[in-house]
């Protein structure tokens, strides 16, 4: 509502000119004048100072102080002002209540930081996930309740694309899925997630996997030595066995191959061969792989060349890292027809360092590429027979790189040879000690 001003000021005028007439009625003008302004003055300090006491505490009384003109409009306006701020209060803390309810139901622990990484806020679940406590672990450092040294990193690379697994610090058999979300000024939003049931099962399957291998290592070798016998005395067996032994011997290498393959497979996704810090020299690594890979071209003739253009050492567990590499070379081998040209590349460049296998070979579909690191997955079944192919060789170079913090590419087109490249993160470079010339 707007206030009527020049109202206000003719009555102050009037009141004013009141006192100056009566003053002067009496013969002093001045003091009449000089009253009328003092008693203005009182009473405004008088509203003033009712309006401070009530801005001091609102809501002590619902009703506003009482007055006249411009000072009761004043005090109506504050005062409605003030009921519209306490009914936004109202809608705000409800909305909040709800969400906090809602978090509150919720399977998964969440939980709130600020820029610095103190927790500002978490519910129940992460209550129960975690073991915070209300009551001492507000303003925390997140680091302080959650010591894992993977978490820190986690948390401080700000980098949350893929999620991080952990055990829960207060409760070692519960299995967290920790996802990370940043808002507002590098505020974070983390919500953990209990992955328990699948992390066990997943154990399950790698230990079964594992287990059987193993298992069945022992009858095959001793298959497989009683079939080396037989094709030593091969000429002495009736004809219609030579056949049947020769084919058994082939199956035989595959399935030993098969489970050579599944027992790497399954140490190395298990962590069991973990990727042990050893500077390793793919130099040395890449020419000894390429003598294998010439054993195995034999009478094809691939050109195998080796282009190396870092010479720095590689960190990371040389076996693995030799059955990723030797994977590759041999793929590109066995796809490769006779007379083809194999290089392999090592170099950096500001991404980090790269290790690129391309051949000149039968390439690949690429609706293919995005399924072929997975286990026994194959372009073609039937472009792999007669290459001895285990079909998990991608599948072991694939969870190498992850050991490594590295990832693999693959680049091919029908007919067009294909390209796989192992991409590395700079800091696993380190520099060649003058001794040190191992792999
Ligand atoms: P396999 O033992 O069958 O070679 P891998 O896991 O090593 O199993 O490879 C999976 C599939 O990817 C192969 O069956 C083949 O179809 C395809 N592949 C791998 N490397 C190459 C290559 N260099 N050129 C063409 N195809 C390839």
Known sequence: MQYNWSRYLRLILAGITGTTLLGWYFGVPLYGLLTGLTVYLWWTLLQARRLYQWLGNPSASDEPPQSIGMWGHIFDSLH????????????LRSRINR??????????????????????????????????RRSTDRGQYIHNLIRSPAFKTYFEARNYAEPLELNSPAKPHIHLEFQINQFGDDDRLIVAKDVTRLFQLEQMRRDFIGNVSHEMRTPLTVISGYLETLIDHVEELPPKWRRAIHTMQTQSSRMEALITDLILLSKIETGEHTADQVPTDVEVMLNQIRNDAKALSGEKGHQIDIQITE????????????????????????YTPAGGQITVIWGTNRDGAHLTVKDTGIGIDPVHIPRLTERFYRADPSRHQGTGGTGLGLAIVKHVLINHDGHLEIQSNLGEGSRFICHFPYERLVERAPENTSS
């Open 80 to 91: 409605k002002l003030h009921q519209s701020h306490l009914s936004k209060q109202d809608t």
């Open 99 to 132: 969400v906090q309810d809602s978090t509150n139901s919720m399977r998964e622990g969440v939980i709130m930081t600020n820029t610095r990484g103190e927790m500002e806020w978490w519910n129940d679940a992460a209550e129960y996930l975690l073991g915070f």
């Open 311 to 334: 010479h720095r050492l590689l960190k990371g567990d040389g076996n693995q890292l030799r059955s990723a590499f030797s994977n590759l070379i041999f793929n590109a081998v066995k």
